[in-house]
């Protein structure tokens, strides 16, 4: 149910990846600045993480996600009117804000529910809804984008969020003192727990600042390419402007494996896959873009960085919600916020590259942000095996909270 409701959500967020182009031409803008449209959504995913997050503490589930998922099929609708691209990035903003908050309480919600040594596998339930909309919803609204208009994208996001609204009023859990059966389960967000500070206190620990900076900078590299994919399609491969649903979806594809990849291994072998996803991902990116202007090898390596890159970043996200157990309302937040950081930078930084290089530029400031992601995260290793060394009773290589 919360996939099928993120689905929509992802897909909205991820479809004008492919309608960049479309945008630009029908409102006069440069393509950069289109891009901003992705950039935008990401700063109201950040603000409305956190911002969300506090002012839902102490709503019922139920109608917290209710109330942000029908808030953001509302921004929708509003944006396929509009003609002026202001007001369209302000309801890009507004939905993102939405979201924001939905998800936010939604990872929460699966983070409480639970038990801690399937986290990742449940958390990657949900984050199925986002890879499923790279695999189907941004190809399709690129398919739809192409025969009536990058407006229609935007209502069919609409008219696919209102089942998703009807199951989350129905299904979703209240929590103590709701009016249904199960409203009496006291694991919940909010039943129970701490002040606001109390949980924002947790961003103090370093190791979650850690995780958070890793988690800004590999999305960061895997927005930075994707908003610009069409053009690279284009531009650098030379291939036709239908080919760029058919390489959105193998992107999409490759997410969706990583995600599972995750999802099964990343609550007992996270060093593992964080390791070697981490070193992989900048070679994977860098053959991109020395290789872009060949067809061939764009769409063989395309799903390849999408699979490591959502590999590493679902395993980020369990990492982040591990180490902020004692942030029950807020953890989903924390997490949130620090992947729609990166996809704030990603857009920014690759519409500057893009401008300055080409369709390759971005492709090169992402391996420049996971390389600094590699790098941040062996200066933690290190500290951290000193510690360990240092430490009588060194907890196992894999416990749940290092």
Same mark, same amino acid.
């Given at each position: 149910?919360?996939?099928?409701?993120?689905?929509?959500?992802?897909?909205?967020?991820?479809?004008?990846?492919?309608?960049?182009?479309?945008?630009?031409?029908?409102?006069?803008?440069?393509?950069?600045?289109?891009?901003?449209?992705?950039?935008?959504?990401?700063?109201?995913?950040?603000?409305?993480?956190?911002?969300?997050?506090?002012?839902?503490?102490?709503?019922?589930?139920?109608?917290?996600?209710?109330?942000?998922?029908?808030?953001?099929?509302?921004?929708?609708?509003?944006?396929?009117?509009?003609?002026?691209?202001?007001?369209?990035?302000?309801?890009?903003?507004?939905?993102?804000?939405?979201?924001? *908050?939905?998800?936010? !309480?939604? #990872? &929460?919600?699966?983070? +409480?529910?639970?038990? /801690? %040594?399937? =986290? $990742?596998? @449940?958390?990657?339930?949900?984050?199925?809804?986002?890879?499923?909309?790279?695999?189907?919803?941004?190809?399709?609204?690129?398919?739809?984008?192409?025969?009536?208009?990058?407006?229609?994208?935007?209502?069919?996001?609409?008219?696919?969020?209102?089942?998703?609204?009807?199951?989350?009023?129905?299904?979703?859990?209240?929590?103590?003192?709701?009016?249904?059966?199960?409203?009496?389960?006291?694991?919940?967000?909010?039943?129970?727990?701490?002040?606001?500070?109390?949980?924002?206190?947790?961003?103090?620990?370093?190791?979650?600042?850690?995780?958070?900076?890793?988690?800004?900078?590999?999305?960061?590299?895997?927005?930075?390419?994707?908003?610009?994919?069409?053009?690279?399609?284009?531009?650098?491969?030379?291939?036709?402007? *239908?080919?760029?649903? !058919?390489? #959105? &979806?193998?992107?999409? +594809?490759?997410?969706? /494996? %990583?995600? =599972? $990849?995750? @999802?099964?291994?990343?609550?007992?072998?996270?060093?593992?896959?964080?390791?070697?996803?981490?070193?992989?991902?900048?070679?994977?990116?860098?053959?991109?873009?020395?290789?872009?202007?060949?067809?061939?090898?764009?769409?063989?390596?395309?799903?390849?960085?999408?699979?490591?890159?959502?590999?590493?970043?679902?395993?980020?996200?369990?990492?982040?919600?591990?180490?902020?157990?004692?942030?029950?309302?807020?953890?989903?937040?924390?997490?949130?916020?620090?992947?729609?950081?990166?996809?704030?930078?990603?857009?920014?930084?690759?519409?500057?590259?893009?401008?300055?290089?080409?369709?390759?530029?971005?492709?090169?400031?992402?391996?420049?942000?996971?390389?600094?992601?590699?790098?941040?995260?062996?200066?933690?290793?290190?500290?951290?095996?000193?510690?360990?060394?240092?430490?009588?009773? +060194?907890?196992?290589?894999?416990?749940? =909270?290092?």
């Amino acid at each position: 149910m919360l996939a099928l409701a993120v689905f929509a959500q992802g897909t909205s967020e991820f479809m004008l990846a492919g309608l960049l182009p479309a945008v630009s031409a029908d409102l006069d803008v440069s393509i950069p600045q289109a891009g901003l449209l992705t950039s935008s959504f990401a700063v109201g995913m950040v603000v409305g993480a956190p911002v969300m997050a506090a002012l839902g503490r102490r709503w019922s589930p139920r109608w917290t996600l209710t109330g942000f998922l029908g808030l953001f099929a509302a921004g929708h609708g509003v944006g396929a009117l509009t003609d002026d691209f202001s007001v369209l990035l302000a309801t890009r903003v507004v939905a993102a804000l939405a979201n924001a *908050g939905f998800l936010a !309480v939604a #990872l &929460a919600v699966v983070a +409480a529910v639970v038990p /801690a %040594g399937l =986290r $990742a596998r @449940g958390l990657a339930v949900v984050l199925g809804g986002t890879t499923l909309a790279l695999v189907a919803g941004a190809p399709l609204g690129a398919v739809l984008g192409a025969g009536f208009g990058w407006r229609s994208t935007l209502w069919a996001v609409a008219a696919v969020s209102l089942p998703a609204l009807v199951a989350v009023a129905v299904a979703t859990p209240n929590r103590a003192g709701g009016t249904r059966p199960d409203a009496d389960r006291d694991d919940l967000p909010g039943a129970g727990a701490p002040g606001p500070g109390a949980e924002l206190a947790v961003l103090g620990r370093a190791r979650l600042q850690v995780v958070l900076l890793l988690a800004v900078l590999v999305n960061g590299a895997t927005f930075c390419v994707f908003t610009y994919l069409a053009p690279l399609v284009t531009d650098a491969a030379g291939l036709s402007p *239908g080919a760029v649903p !058919v390489v #959105l &979806a193998l992107f999409g +594809a490759g997410a969706f /494996a %990583g995600v =599972r $990849a995750a @999802g099964a291994f990343a609550d007992r072998h996270w060093r593992t896959l964080l390791l070697w996803g981490g070193c992989g991902l900048p070679a994977c990116w860098g053959l991109l873009a020395a290789t872009a202007a060949h067809a061939a090898a764009v769409v063989a390596l395309v799903p390849l960085a999408g699979a490591l890159s959502f590999a590493v970043g679902g395993t980020l996200i369990a990492r982040i919600m591990a180490n902020a157990a004692e942030a029950p309302t807020m953890g989903g937040s924390f997490a949130t916020a620090a992947l729609n950081l990166g996809a704030v930078a990603g857009p920014v930084l690759g519409g500057i590259a893009y401008a300055a290089a080409g369709a390759h530029g971005p492709v090169l400031v992402a391996v420049a942000l996971v390389l600094a992601a590699l790098a941040a995260g062996g200066v933690q290793a290190l500290a951290a095996a000193r510690t360990a060394a240092r430490t009588a009773g +060194a907890p196992a290589p894999d416990d749940v =909270r290092d």
